[in-house]
């Protein structure tokens, strides 16, 4: 495919890159501007300028040294990765025209360069803007509807319910038909959020006492579905309280991820565990095309049915704006999925 006649591409750009692995507590000083060439694209291969790039809080992990999570860590002195959002500007593959929107993990830059398999053409009529292609729903999707089975009749507490998973946990579960949907947050504006705007049925702040009994008060005959995002006491409160044949789906340990010490080792009460036979299932979100495929389909339909709505954040203000984006999203200041509009046009 020829390259002529294509908007004009800078010679060079910003991205961002870790200056040193994380222990610890995230600071601007984990981060790094620099500018970097953008190479023309060799046979076979794009330039795409970043329109958004996502946020979440698994990138934290991703920082530290010794991550265990099943996908590339984020290493010091290179770029930080992730998902992003973005325009072909140059292309020598006929796979991939100027002006196609595009899906990768090219990370915190301005533009990329790179083979053109490794972008995924989006359709721009399917949602109403290119960030909703940027959503956690493929995690939330899969653990609530393959992983927790949630589904006609149950009770589902979803913790962490006001980020950027939980907060279309919880429709998701009201999607495929449970008759109560509960989430705790940390703060009364969050737990107003999630009752108010995005259709739960009862939350609770986790400050305002102890879980297990907020829980057990909204939930006297026990929940038969977990969506855990945190870990620590909200994960034993949900085996104290479960039903029988509860099933738990293990997405997150905020409360060691942040608060650190015991809370990422939440004590599992074995008794309770096997007479009540519960299935405790934890997961990765690392997805298959099928995974996400399933998740868009279903967006996509509960949007037109209005439905569902998309919690989000778009941060203004280009890639500068993202490290601190990062830090704030670490400390509870964003609400649902969280992006930064990298483009300036």
Known sequence: MST???PEVPGTAHEVRLTRQLEGELTLGHFAVVETPVPRPGAGEVVVRTDYLSLAAAYADLMRPGCQLPVP??????????????????SADDRLAVGDLVQSMSGWSEYSTGPAEVYVKLRADLFPSPVHYLSQGPTAYYGMADIARAGEGDV??????????????GQIAKCRGAAQVIGSAGSKEKVDYLVDELGYDAAFDYHDGPVVDQLRELAPDGIDVFFDNVGGEQFEAAVKVAAPHARFALCGALAGQIGGGAAGHPRLDLMR?????????????YHSPEQIGAWYQHFGQW????????P????QGGLAQAPEAMIALLNGRHRGN???RVASD
């Open 303 to 310: 949007l037109g049915e209005g439905r569902f709505v998309f």
């Open 73 to 90: 860590p984020f290493l010091a002195g290179e770029r930080i990765g992730g998902g992003t959002v973005g325009t072909v500007v140059r």
């Open 156 to 169: 589902v507490f979803v913790s962490g319910a006001a980020g950027g998973v939980g907060s279309l946990a």
């Open 338 to 340: 969280v992006a930064v």
């Open 4 to 6: 002529r006649n294509v």
């Open 312 to 315: 989000h954040t778009t941060v």
């Open 273 to 285: 565990a096997i007479t009540r036979h519960l299935e405790i299932r934890p997961f990765a979100c």
